[in-house]
C-alpha cells in the first residue's frame, strides 16, 4: 500500500471506531462501502474479490473495536452480561454458517435489497419512539438463541458487528437503550470472531492466494485500521454516557436510514448489472 492509502485508511479507522463506541456498533456497514472504493481506486485487490475482501476486512477489524469499545462501556456498567451470554452461542452458529458456507454464494442483490428494507424499517421504529408493551421481555433460551443465529448470520453477510440488529431487538425487549448499546458493543466480538474464522476458511477453499490476502481478508489494510479505531472507540464510548436517550436514537435512527439509502442503492446497482 502507499501513503495516501495508509493515511486514508487510518483517518477511517479513527471515524468508524468513534461510531463502534457511540452506537454500539461494530462500524462495519460503515467501513463496507469505504473499503470497496479504496480497494477498486488503488487495484489492490481483483474486481471480482473487492466487495468480499471489503465485507472480511471489515468484521475482522470489529475484533479490536469491540474490545476497545467494551472496557469503556464496562466501566460505566452498563453492559448486561446476561444478555451477552444469551445471545453468544447462536451469534457464533450463525457467523460460521455465513462467513464459512453462505458469503461466497448468495446473491448480493436480494441481500442488500432485503437489507435495506429490514434496516430502514428499525430505523423508522426506533425513530417514532412507540414503547413496547410493558410485558415484553427478552425471550427464552430457544428465541433468544434464535435471535442469536439470525444476528450473526445477516452480519457476517454485511461485514457489520451487529448493532443495527441487537439494539433495535433489546430496545424491543424492553432493554433501555443505553444497556442496548453497550451490550451490543459486547456482542460485537463473538460476531467478528465467529465471521472472521469462516471468512479465511472459504476464502482458502475458493483459493484465494495473492500477496496481503488471509482468505478473503486483506490484513494489510486491517492493520492500518485497527491502529486507529482501537484509540476512538473508548471516546465514542463516554459521549454515549453523556448525551440525552432521545438524542442517541435520533442519531442511531439516522446512521441506520443512510445505511439502509446506500443498501437500496447497491441492490438497484446489482439487479441492473
Not at 106 to 135: E, H, N
Request: charged fraction near 5%; include cysteine; charge should be positive.
Amino acid at each position: 500500500m502507499d501513503v495516501t492509502m495508509v493515511v486514508c485508511l487510518l483517518i477511517l479507522g479513527g471515524i468508524v471506531g468513534f461510531a463502534a463506541g457511540l452506537l454500539g456498533i461494530g462500524g462495519g456497514m460503515m467501513l463496507v462501502p469505504f473499503l470497496t472504493m479504496l480497494f477498486s481506486w488503488k487495484g489492490i485487490v481483483p474486481a471480482d474479490m473487492v466487495v468480499h475482501a471489503a465485507i472480511a476486512t471489515s468484521m475482522t477489524s470489529i475484533l479490536f473495536t469491540s474490545i476497545s469499545s467494551v472496557r469503556a462501556h464496562q466501566k460505566k456498567g452498563t453492559i448486561d452480561w446476561k444478555i451477552v451470554f444469551a445471545l453468544a452461542p447462536g451469534i457464533i452458529v450463525g457467523g460460521l454458517l455465513s462467513g464459512g458456507a453462505a458469503f461466497a454464494a448468495i446473491s448480493t442483490a436480494w441481500l442488500s435489497l432485503f437489507f435495506a428494507l429490514f434496516v430502514g424499517y428499525s430505523a423508522w421504529s426506533m425513530l417514532r419512539s412507540k414503547k413496547p408493551k410493558p410485558s415484553r421481555h427478552m425471550p427464552g433460551v430457544a428465541g433468544t438463541t434464535a435471535a442469536g443465529a439470525g444476528i450473526g448470520f445477516v452480519s457476517g453477510l454485511v461485514g457489520a458487528g451487529g448493532g443495527f440488529l441487537s439494539v433495535p431487538f433489546m430496545v424491543w425487549c424492553n432493554v433501555s437503550l443505553l444497556v442496548a448499546v453497550s451490550t451490543s458493543a459486547a456482542l460485537g466480538f463473538p460476531i467478528a470472531l465467529a465471521n472472521s474464522i469462516g471468512y479465511v476458511a472459504s476464502g482458502l477453499a475458493e483459493g484465494v492466494h495473492r500477496p496481503g490476502m488471509l482468505g478473503f481478508i486483506y490484513w494489510p489494510a486491517l492493520l492500518a485500521l485497527i491502529c486507529t479505531s482501537v484509540l476512538t472507540a473508548p471516546m465514542g464510548a463516554r459521549l454515549a454516557h453523556r448525551l440525552p436517550v432521545a438524542t442517541l436514537k435520533r442519531v442511531f435512527s439516522g446512521l441506520l436510514f443512510c445505511l439502509a439509502a446506500y443498501m437500496l442503492f447497491k441492490a438497484c446497482q446489482a439487479f441492473m448489472a
